[in-house]
């Protein structure tokens, strides 16, 4: 799927935590190896973002600011199977 044309989602406007929880559920909702492009406005989505990407087992590609806007390209990682958590086990 990585050849699929990307899955945009303008997040311009929210403020935490809208734009890390539709991030989240743009996510879950996509194949693995789907692009999604974030467009989010929130300061705060510098970092929740990131955090979430890695959380879930995705790729952040990059992250590119573009006037008061951050933008994302997250790569969707593999599926976990299900009732399985994407974060590591602790040691």
Do not use: W
């Not at 935490?16 to 559920?25: A, I, S």
């Not at 970092?47 to 992250?63: C, F, H, S, W």
């Not at 006037?67 to 593999?78: D, E, L, V």
């Amino acid at each position: 799927m990585p050849d699929a044309a990307p899955i945009d989602l303008d997040l311009a406007g929210l403020k935490c935590p809208l734009p890390v929880l539709r991030t989240r559920k743009a996510l879950r909702s996509l194949a693995p190896g789907t692009l999604l492009r974030v467009t989010c406005t929130d300061p705060l989505a510098s970092l929740d973002i990131p955090n979430l990407v890695r959380e879930e087992g995705d790729t952040l590609e990059a992250r590119d600011r573009v006037g008061a806007a951050t933008c994302f390209s997250i790569r969707r990682g593999p599926a976990a199977c299900p009732g399985e958590s994407a974060k590591p086990p602790h040691s």
